[in-house]
T-cell receptor, first 113, second 113 residues
Framework: AQSVTQLGSHVSVSEGALVLLRCNYS??????LFWYVQYPNQGLQLLLK??????LVKGINGFEAEFKKSETSFHLTKPSAHMSDAAEYFC???????????FGAGTRLFVKA | NAGVTQTPKFQVLKTGQSMTLQCAQDMNHEYMSWYRQDPGMGLRLIHYSVGAGITDQGEVPNGYNVSRSTTEDFPLRLLSAAPSQTSVYFCASSQGTSSYEQYFGPGTRLTVT
């Protein structure tokens, strides 16, 4: 069975600092991988996804993530945090050829001025 | 396009009451799903549908029913509300299977007393 682990339920960074949100997955075959962001009192929206091809994926708002098969990881990064990045971030995996998506527990990002 | 809409935004029920959460999408997506979001647990799949007339159970289906009579609508019914069903419910739609992003509605915050 697939599973997703997000390390750290809360991450706090200073404005302008590097953002690193960690995601590891468990799957017998490489799945499709997603990062979603949820702003307060809103639904989730896609930041980026990896399906096939280049392992470094660029998303919206300056975020990117790298698929590392050997480490079963898909960590999300942004070189310089902005106050508007404060939100909850979810890593998710979907099996190839299937439909059910498994979400991680989420990481809430705080950005300090 | 309105995207994915959900009604109501907020609802308070007494234990044992029943109700239907409405979800509609105007993107002609075949795939729709219902999730519940609880603190520290991410999103968990309740039920999903791969097209009109076809539904299946997700991770936490007990106490919920769904039907899909049209492509646009995917209502979620709580048969006899319990305090354990206090949660935020999200409906999502997707144009394809697991490699496609999901589009989420704004959510319904349900409290069962």
């Amino acid at each position: 069975a697939q599973s997703v682990t997000q390390l750290g339920s809360h991450v706090s960074v200073s404005e302008g600092a590097l953002v690193l949100l960690r995601c590891n997955y468990s799957s017998s075959v490489p799945p499709y991988l997603f990062w979603y962001v949820q702003y307060p009192n809103q639904g989730l929206q896609l930041l980026l996804k990896y399906t096939t091809g280049a392992t470094l994926v660029k998303g919206i708002n300056g975020f990117e993530a790298e698929f590392k098969k050997s480490e079963t990881s898909f960590h999300l990064t942004k070189p310089s945090a902005h106050m508007s990045d404060a939100a909850e971030y979810f890593c998710a995996v979907s099996p190839t050829g299937g439909f059910k998506t498994i979400f991680g527990a989420g990481t809430r990002l705080f950005v300090k001025a | 396009n309105a995207g994915v809409t959900q009604t109501p935004k907020f609802q308070v029920l007494k234990t044992g009451q029943s109700m239907t959460l409405q979800c509609a999408q105007d993107m002609n997506h075949e795939y729709m799903s219902w999730y519940r979001q609880d603190p520290g647990m991410g999103l968990r799949l309740i039920h999903y549908s791969v097209g009109a007339g076809i539904t299946d159970q997700g991770e936490v289906p007990n106490g919920y029913n769904v039907s899909r009579s049209t492509t646009e609508d995917f209502p979620l019914r709580l048969l006899s509300a319990a305090p354990s069903q206090t949660s935020v419910y999200f409906c999502a739609s997707s144009q394809g299977t697991s490699s496609y992003e999901q589009y989420f509605g704004p959510g319904t915050r349900l409290t069962v007393t």
